[in-house]
């Protein structure tokens, strides 16, 4: 009986064994059947984790790129078209694709609202691939970068050409002293600034484009001179030019002493002797030549100074033994500007002399002409700024940057942009 007990039980086991065995690659199939979904999910999960991280690190760069670009764009002193059009080609380029970008100047949150910068925010939105499984809706992904803009300096001499040689140049036995501003050219010339002669140079800093040649030691307050620096803006670029008006004036030549009221002079210029110039805008269509022992001044009672505007290319000479007194309005359009050459001009020269009792008080800003500063005179306060589009220097003179006094601002150079959020 045990004998036959052992048997039944060894054959049932057997049986039962055998059963499991024949349904086990059905049950195995069914197993996986359930489960292949949650694995290839899984799995589609992990690497599209890793894609959507790599997408928003290329989403970032690109904000960052294109927050730069605008800023840039902004520290030549463009307008806000003009700096959301750079930020969004960067963006293109850049592979922003179908997202969106929107440019905020200055950034209108964060830490910076108030500061000279700008924001850019981008959006964008990806299709899913194994997690769409799960759910149809797009992975939305956004970016923002704030590129923030440092003044580092401010010049009282800039030299606008972009590829000049020598733009900025000191020569001859000239003294110049710079307090609290710089010489700056926007020339990638290799010598885009150059002392030579016996010149003597003081200034904040010395600040190029490109590259600078120094045959005299120049005496500067920043640890050394700047090259390859960013361009500085035409401080000047949307000043407006002044209307034509009629009728026309004229100066009377046989006048010793006469006094000269604002308006359109369409043929020029020529003084002599004892000239008042009341106070406003003189548009001169044709030169202005100050010549030899003339006495130039702005008309009593002189309430907001004088601004001429030489009209295409027209130039200014003025005659080393002449002495001229005249200073830019404090305030309205034209604040600041004493000298404004038309920028829809040719290349010219002016050239202002002067002794050393003269005092030409704003700026002499002639974009499309070069200026000859030979006079031994500065402003009221040494409130002088020159920007021209090459500059050079042979007169002596002590020149201050802090003239908002006499209705000047400063003009930024030696630019640099930082990434800051």
């Not at 924001?119 to 990806?126: A, D, G, P, R, S």
């Not at 970016?143 to 300096?153: G, K, M, Q, Y």
């Not at 733009?167 to 501003?181: D, E, I, K, P, Q």
């Amino acid at each position: 009986m045990a004998s036959s007990g052992r048997f039944f039980r060894h054959l049932f086991f057997r049986r039962f064994i055998r059963r499991f065995c024949e349904g086990k690659g059905g049950n195995v199939a069914t197993i996986f059947a359930l489960t292949l979904p949650v694995v290839v999910g899984g799995a589609g999960l992990g690497v599209e984790t890793s894609y959507w991280y790599y997408s928003s690190l290329k989403l970032q760069s690109t904000a960052d790129a294109a927050a730069y670009a605008g800023a840039v764009e902004k520290s030549w002193g463009s307008d806000t078209a003009t700096i959301t059009s750079a930020a969004t080609t960067s963006a293109t380029s850049n592979g922003l694709g179908t997202g969106t970008i929107i440019v905020h100047t200055p950034p209108t949150s964060g830490a910076y609202t108030a500061k000279k910068a700008v924001e850019v925010i981008l959006n964008q939105q990806l299709d899913r691939m194994f997690t769409s499984i799960f759910t149809s809706s797009k992975v939305p992904e956004r970016a923002r970068a704030v590129a923030l803009i440092n003044d580092a300096s401010y010049a009282c001499i800039l030299a606008l050409n972009n590829s000049a040689a020598q733009a900025a140049l000191f020569s001859g036995s000239t003294t110049v002293n710079l307090n609290g501003c710089s010489v700056m050219s926007d020339s990638t010339a290799a010598d885009a600034i150059k002392v030579q002669g016996s010149a003597s140079l003081k200034a904040d800093c010395l600040i190029t484009v490109g590259g600078m040649v120094l045959n005299n030691p120049v005496t500067t307050k920043c640890a050394s001179k700047i090259t390859q620096a960013l361009p500085a803006a035409d401080p000047f670029s949307s000043l407006p030019a002044p209307a034509v008006t009629n009728p026309c004036r004229n100066v009377n030549a046989s006048k010793t002493t006469q006094t000269l009221q604002p308006g359109t002079y369409c043929s020029g210029m020529n003084l002599n002797g004892n000239v008042a110039l009341s106070s406003g805008t003189y548009v001169v269509q044709g030169n202005l030549k100050i010549n030899a022992g003339a006495v130039i001044t702005c008309a009593a009672p002189c309430t907001n100074g004088v601004t001429i505007f030489m009209s295409g290319s027209n130039t200014v000479s003025m005659n080393g033994n002449a002495t001229v007194t005249l200073s830019a309005p404090t305030s309205g359009t034209y604040s600041g500007v004493l000298f404004y050459g038309d920028r829809t001009g040719v290349w010219a020269q002016s050239t202002f002399n002067g002794t050393a009792t003269s005092l030409l008080t704003g700026a002499i800003y002639f974009p499309k002409q070069q200026v000859n500063y030979l006079g031994n005179f500065s402003g009221k306060g040494g409130c002088t700024q020159v920007v021209a589009d090459t500059v050079q220097w042979s007169g002596n003179s002590t020149i201050n940057q802090d003239c908002t006094a006499y209705g000047m601002d400063g003009i930024t150079a030696a630019t640099s942009i930082v990434l800051v959020e």
